[in-house]
């Protein structure tokens, strides 16, 4: 190619042109949302112009990948660097000792015009590079692009760094330097520009301890090195620092402590050590590379939308909110900020194409979005959608952008106003499944409190996705029964089971569009009596004549038997009334109490034990949600393509885990506009969309066109990382795992075998935990324990109504 090739596609974002699209504490809400309300002319909204940016990389050579990534931006212009490799020759056909691994490396930087959008130029960085030179990094600053390069020196056992400035009008290298750090234990991570300040930061790893060393240089030109270290924290990364002040910089370390912050000066290196309570305002989960403007104010992208960080009144603004364009959302949130004003934003980033079963190339694009005069929507009214962070699958919004516009009357809008804050729980404590689902149970029990609130208040959203966890809500006073919505539905062309399987006390409340099934994956020749399951008595002969005593389900005690409760809920709670004294909850305890690890083991003892062997696993409590990890699975674990239930009274078959879920509030504005939505979900459209993302859909015709597209790949390209080796052994090996229709039949057949669902109740849950130990560990009898938490469960279930 001896030029750039440059698509420019404009348009109205009226039209649903889509991309591809920590924590668990609970916030209250910040608002009482927007159902019912009407969209109004002078609502915001913005329309876009989108610029693709086509590399000239060499044609007359086979790419094997490229990134591309914003170096810089000023008023004129717009400079992107490519990089990556050209594919190589095989190994036989090298001479090793005079190969110069730049002769295929991709370093291209291409400089777009702010005004026009067009590319003027672009120039080659590699042949500004020797043979041992390593492309780092590069920024462009006041007309220059900046390479930053590393080569080792054998005479001196050092890593040299070498710099080229390149004029972007003319290409040609104006000056280079080359400089040795003070050790050779690190390495460049990023490059930061805090107005006239350049920022490297470099981790350093000494005696498996991290530390960063923070080079900065001054307008002047001189270099000054700061380090941040021996502060008793393993450091993970810096993703951003912000100008605080002139000659001021903030830096927060991401550590296993959570963050921690150091002030910088930029005029003389002094580093103060900072209270992290003083910028707990400040959503560092979410902020990573922002965009500095020329004033000094940071702008982060978020699932939501442009947030702005105001460091004078210690708060974050919203700027813009994906609810007032038609772009993909999640696409959004991937893409980088270049540019903040008034009335229009540019964000860029590499866009993906193809499917979970292509392999798929990176496109780079330039969103600029401008501000509408009106809203196209007014007049409609607002249903709101809750999901959590604000975060839909790309499907999802696909089906949000379609509904938006072809309903007449109806705007959905996302919100996430009931947030999930990673700096409210201390992830970083967390150590076993046991902890984890503690904080799950804990999150979700108060998620559930705040919803069933606003619901009955009237205060609720309409629309509420990813909540079929929460059991609770499954309740006449909470939300619909959607079955009269999809009685039509064909069995011959949906998995009616699954949906079945979601139903409590006969109602579906949460309708699962896509989902995993969750049990124990394995050879199906070690099923119990049923063909699909366990019995106890089953399960533990399983575990000691088959496992050697190792079972894959890895919870201690009183979680585990949590989970056994809920896999057989239908027999302990109907129709809001607990049954606990009876059979199976008794057989249930007597098997974990003689069976089951009083705690979880630690994680870091599982990752640290040299002697455990993963190649010698044939059984794996999995939630397997695609093709993909139904295949990796029955390749590892030797034959494993069954997928059996966990152990239960009666042998029953796997469960239904929702992946994305859909449930609509009793008490929305119109439940009949909400359910045309959900229609849309089941649609050919978006259930295909789903499937080729590599999720199990309702749609079965969907279901086996992916279940055989993925046979393709995984027997071609898709399977080279994976199958071109023994599982076992992890060795090369010429007898390459091979797939066909018959492991989409013995999945589909799975599926079919799956009768329930694993929505939780969180509150009835903490209650067994509770008090169950006093059983397993002989403190109380089981009839004591089972009274306790019979009064206990159904108070709860009672004040429910």
């Known amino acids: 190619m001896n030029k750039l090739t440059v698509k420019l596609v404009s348009f109205a974002l009226t039209a649903a042109v889509l991309f591809s699209a920590g924590a668990c504490s609970y916030n209250a809400p910040v608002n009482e949302g927007v159902s019912g309300k009407k969209v109004a002319p002078e609502d915001p909204w913005y329309t876009a112009k989108v610029t693709e940016i086509i590399p000239a990389l060499d044609e007359s050579k086979q790419i094997d990948y490229t990134y591309n990534r914003l170096v810089g931006a000023d008023e004129n212009f717009l400079v992107f660097l490519t990089t990556g490799y050209y594919k190589m020759p095989d190994g036989d056909a090298i001479d090793w000792s005079d190969y110069d691994y730049n002769s295929y490396a991709i370093a291209l930087v291409t400089i777009v015009d702010r005004e026009t959008g067009e590319p003027t130029r672009s120039f080659d960085v590699t042949s500004v590079l020797s043979r041992d030179d390593y492309l780092e990094n590069a920024f462009y600053s006041k007309g220059t692009v900046t390479a930053i390069c590393t080569a080792y020196d054998p005479n001196t056992y050092e890593m040299v760094s070498k710099e080229f400035d390149i004029n972007v009008t003319t290409g040609v290298t104006t000056a280079n330097r080359e400089y040795s750090k003070d050790d050779n234990n690190g390495y460049i991570d990023r490059t930061f520009k805090l107005g006239d300040y350049r920022i490297d930061i470099e981790m350093v790893w000494i005696n498996d301890v991290s530390s960063y060393n923070l080079y900065i240089y001054s307008p002047d030109g001189n270099e000054r090195k700061v380090e941040i270290k021996d502060t008793g924290e393993e450091y993970y990364d810096i993703p951003a620092i912000f100008p605080v002040g002139s000659d001021t910089a903030l830096v927060p370390v991401n550590t296993n402590k959570g963050y921690i912050y150091f002030e910088i000066g930029l005029n003389n290196g002094r580093v103060t050590s900072k209270d992290a309570k003083e910028y707990d305002w400040i ?411 590599d999720s199990f859909v309702l749609k079965r015709e969907a279901f086996r066109e992916c279940g055989m597209r993925a046979v393709e790949y995984y027997n071609g390209e898709g399977g080279d990382n994976w199958f071109a080796y023994d599982m076992n052994t992890g060795a090369p090996t010429d007898h390459r795992i091979t797939f066909s229709k018959t492991n989409v039949d013995d999945m589909e057949n799975i599926i079919l075998s799956c009768s329930c669902t694993t929505s939780v109740d969180s509150a009835v849950n903490l209650i067994l935990i509770e008090e169950m130990p006093a059983y397993f560990m002989d403190q109380k009898d089981l009839d004591d324990v089972i009274k306790i938490v019979q009064d206990r469960a159904q108070k709860v279930l009672d004040e429910r109504g």
């Open 283 to 693: 959503d560092m989960e979410n902020i990573y590379l922002p965009y500095i403007d020329s004033e000094g104010n940071a702008y982060y992208t978020t699932f939501t939308g442009i947030n702005k960080l105001d460091f004078k009144k210690k708060a974050t603004e919203e700027m813009f909110n994906y609810n007032w364009c038609g772009i993909s959302r999640n696409r959004l949130y991937y893409l980088t900020l270049v540019d903040v004003s008034d009335d229009s934003f540019v964000l860029c980033g590499d866009e993906y194409t193809g499917d979970s079963f292509t392999v798929s190339e990176a496109k780079y694009s330039i969103v600029k979005f401008s501000k509408a005069e009106s809203n196209p929507h007014a007049g409609k009214t607002i249903l709101e959608l809750y999901t959590s962070y604000g975060d839909t699958e790309e499907s999802v919004s696909k089906a949000i952008a379609k509904f938006n516009e072809t309903n007449g009357d109806y705007f959905i809008e996302v919100t996430d106003r009931y947030k999930k804050r990673g700096d409210n729980v201390d992830y970083y404590d967390i150590g076993n499944d046991d902890e984890y689902e503690s904080a799950e149970l804990k999150f979700s029990s108060a998620l559930s409190n705040q919803l069933a609130m606003d619901i009955t208040t009237g205060k609720g959203p309409d629309i509420i996705m990813g909540v079929s966890n929460l059991g609770q809500l499954n309740n006449d006073n909470y939300l619909t029964d959607l079955t009269p919505y999809i009685s039509g539905l064909d069995p011959d062309k949906y998995f009616i089971n699954v949906i079945d399987a979601a139903k409590v006390d006969g109602k579906l409340y949460n309708l699962p569009i896509s989902y995993m099934v969750k049990g124990i994956q394995t050879d199906p020749v070690f099923a119990g009596s049923s063909g699909v399951g366990f019995t106890t008595e089953e399960y533990e002969r399983f575990i000691n004549d088959t496992l050697n005593g190792k079972d894959s389900i890895g919870m201690g005690q009183a979680y585990y038997f949590a989970t056994l409760f809920s896999a057989m809920s239908d027999k302990f709670i109907v129709n809001g009334k607990a049954d606990l004294d009876n059979p199976d909850f008794k057989e249930l305890a007597y098997y974990v109490k003689e069976n089951v690890r009083e705690n979880a083991k630690a994680w870091d003892d599982i990752n640290g034990d040299d002697s455990y062997n993963y190649y010698e696993d044939i059984a794996y409590y999995t939630s397997c949600f695609g093709f993909g990890t139904y295949f990796i699975n029955l390749a590892q674990y030797r034959g494993a393509k069954a997928i059996l239930g966990i152990p239960s009274t009666d042998g029953r078959g796997p469960m239904v885990e929702a992946n994305v879920s859909v449930a609509v509030s009793a008490h929305a504005f119109n439940i009949d506009a909400c359910a045309e939505f959900i229609k849309l979900l089941l649609s050919d459209e978006i259930q295909t969309d789903f499937a080729m993302k």
